[in-house]
């Protein structure tokens, strides 16, 4: 989707929208035509079958959804007519503008304009748009039904990204596509895990690993130690024992990494204590080696 049509979409199902929370509302059919120079015309109209609370077509401030960033202004009445301006400052992009709408009893007609950038490019556009009253008694959170010129389908195709995304998301909650230690997360723990009910299948996997992986053993300690909730005690981990048993492997290549949690075990391997090999001393070394042979040949022709 270029960016033309993808301004006009978003302006156009902006300019409507329901509340937050249940309220109820009646239905009502709008159109709205937008207008941007390099559009083509037909890309611009659209018509949205929405629930809106009684009395909200009539201010603007509930029948246009303000993003952050956005606020009205100079919002003035004079019988059937309100007028306003508009101002969006998000990400440095400034657009401004101004609007009005007039109100009948069962319709109302109105038109929006507003320049600036967006996305970085220079935009100027006009929305003209009409309502009629169907009146039916709706439910205001529920979704607008949308119709786009050009692509009647528009439901179908947000069907389809809805899906799109469930199916991103359950891959990205798929345990089995982790490494151990990135298991360890509040992806899948705590009250707020991004995927929730995967904490039992990460927990086997944890549980499995931290007593002989040394990646998975501080990532788990680390993380515990920071944090109000503990992963341990959810996974049922026993972190004494589980650091007994770390302690036993710590080795020349990993003994940096554990040196917090197994400090005698990791002492033992820093360079130049005894049991540790010291490439500058050691019989395999190439000076060690031109030393021996020049010994060798002192000896050898008594030199």
């Known amino acids: 989707m270029n960016l033309n049509r993808f301004i006009c979409l978003a302006i156009s199902a902006s300019l409507f929208t329901g509340n937050a929370y249940a309220v109820t509302g009646e239905s009502w059919e709008?159109?709205?035509?937008?207008?941007?120079?390099?559009?083509?015309?037909?890309?611009?109209?659209?018509?949205?079958?929405?629930?809106?609370?009684?009395?909200?077509?009539?201010?603007?401030?509930?029948?246009?959804?303000l993003e952050s960033g956005c606020e009205i202004t100079n919002l003035k009445t004079t019988g059937s007519k309100t007028t306003w301006k508009m101002r969006c400052d998000k990400n440095g992009d400034v657009m401004t503008g101004s609007g009005e709408v007039t109100n009948r009893a069962d319709s109302f007609r109105g038109v929006t304009k507003l320049s600036g950038t967006s996305y970085g490019t220079a935009v100027n556009v006009t929305a003209n748009y009409q309502g009629k009253r169907i009146g039916?008694?709706?439910?205001?959170?529920?979704?607008?039904?949308?119709?786009?010129?050009?692509?009647?389908?528009?439901?179908?195709?947000?069907?389809?990204?809805?899906?799109?995304?469930?199916?991103?998301?359950?891959?990205?909650?798929?345990?089995?596509?982790?490494?151990?230690?990135?298991?360890?997360?509040?992806?899948?723990?705590g009250p707020a895990a991004?995927?929730?009910?995967?904490?039992?299948?990460?927990?086997?996997?944890?549980?499995?690993?931290?007593?002989?992986?040394?990646?998975?053993?501080?990532?788990?300690?680390?993380?515990?130690?920071?944090s109000d909730y503990s992963i341990a005690k959810a996974c049922a981990i026993d972190m004494t024992a589980t650091t007994a048993s770390i302690c036993k492997i710590v080795d020349s290549g990993n003994y940096q990494e554990l040196a917090e949690y197994c400090p005698a075990e990791a002492k033992a391997f820093e360079p130049g204590r005894s049991g540790t090999t010291n490439t500058s001393t050691t019989s395999d070394s190439p000076v060690n080696s031109v030393?021996?042979?020049?010994?060798?040949?002192?000896?050898?022709?008594?030199f």
């Not at 947000?158 to 199916?167: D, F, I, R, T």
């Not at 995967?198 to 499995?208: D, G, L, P, V």
């Open 291 to 302: 030393i021996d042979g020049a010994r060798k040949l002192k000896g050898l022709f008594g």
């Open 30 to 65: 709008v159109t709205t035509k937008t207008d941007m120079p390099g559009m083509p015309a037909a890309m611009g109209e659209t018509t949205v079958t929405i629930c809106i609370q009684k009395g909200a077509e009539k201010d603007p401030k509930q029948l246009i959804q």
């Open 194 to 226: 991004a995927c929730p009910g995967k904490e039992k299948f990460a927990c086997k996997i944890i549980s499995k690993h931290v007593s002989k992986n040394a990646a998975v053993y501080v990532k788990l300690a680390r993380h515990d130690d920071t």
């Open 136 to 189: 039916t008694a709706c439910d205001t959170t529920t979704p607008p039904a949308v119709a786009v010129k050009g692509m009647e389908n528009m439901n179908e195709m947000m069907g389809l990204a809805s899906k799109q995304m469930a199916s991103a998301m359950a891959e990205q909650c798929e345990v089995s596509n982790y490494k151990p230690a990135d298991l360890v997360s509040n992806r899948f723990f």
